[in-house]
């Protein structure tokens, strides 16, 4: 797949459950997680389904609807699209968007594995909100997460801004 293409499983155009405003989430299609429980199991398949879109493609999506304040990515495993992503991220954020990353990855293992485009895509997000899911632990209490072990990190200043919100 061309550097510039994620794997797409859905949009939501304007979502308000995925992070604070109104957003414009992509799920990524792909991932190896495989929690019990997960409410995406659709998007597993790492082969076979999804989307192809651009970058450029989903900017322009993304930008054309003004009442969009911030992006979400989800899953799937956005990081297996981190290369890609973290340009749509870029993009987003030169707009003043925000931009919000879910993952079953810990933020000790993004930054231990020192991958380039993990770490582009990390330099992009300003909320990043990872652990898997656990089922066990899941609590419709938490504001915008699904089970009580995933954890919230307030990357930048904007992110920090929503900090009460979480």
């Given at each position: 797949?061309?550097?510039?293409?994620?794997?797409?499983?859905?949009?939501?155009?304007e979502?308000?459950?995925?992070?604070?405003?109104?957003?414009?989430?992509?799920?990524?299609?792909?991932?190896?997680?495989?929690?019990p429980g997960?409410?995406?199991?659709?998007?597993?398949?790492?082969s076979?389904?999804?989307?192809?879109?651009?970058?450029?493609?989903?900017?322009?999506?993304?930008?054309?609807?003004?009442?969009?304040?911030?992006?979400t990515?989800?899953?799937?495993?956005?990081?297996?699209?981190?290369?890609?992503?973290?340009?749509?991220a870029?993009?987003?954020?030169a707009?003043g968007k925000n931009?919000?990353?879910?993952?079953g990855?810990?933020?000790?293992?993004?930054?231990?594995a020192?991958?380039?485009?993990?770490?582009?895509?990390?330099?992009?997000?300003?909320?990043?909100?990872?652990g898997?899911?656990?089922?066990?632990q899941?609590s419709?209490a938490?504001?915008?997460?699904?089970?009580?072990?995933?954890?919230?990190?307030?990357l930048?200043?904007?992110?920090?801004?929503f900090?009460?919100?979480?």
């Amino acid at each position: 797949m061309p550097t510039d293409t994620i794997l797409v499983a859905g949009i939501e155009p304007e979502s308000i459950t995925d992070g604070p405003g109104v957003r414009f989430v992509v799920f990524t299609q792909g991932c190896t997680h495989d929690c019990p429980g997960c409410h995406n199991p659709e998007t597993h398949a790492l082969s076979g389904r999804g989307t192809p879109m651009t970058v450029d493609e989903l900017y322009a999506r993304i930008a054309a609807d003004p009442l969009v304040s911030g992006v979400t990515f989800s899953g799937g495993e956005p990081l297996l699209h981190a290369g890609p992503l973290s340009k749509l991220a870029k993009k987003c954020r030169a707009d003043g968007k925000n931009v919000i990353v879910y993952t079953g990855y810990l933020y000790e293992q993004i930054l231990e594995a020192a991958n380039p485009d993990w770490n582009a895509l990390l330099a992009e997000t300003d909320i990043l909100v990872d652990g898997p899911y656990v089922e066990a632990q899941r609590s419709l209490a938490i504001h915008f997460r699904g089970s009580r072990n995933q954890r919230v990190f307030f990357l930048t200043e904007c992110g920090k801004s929503f900090e009460k919100r979480f």
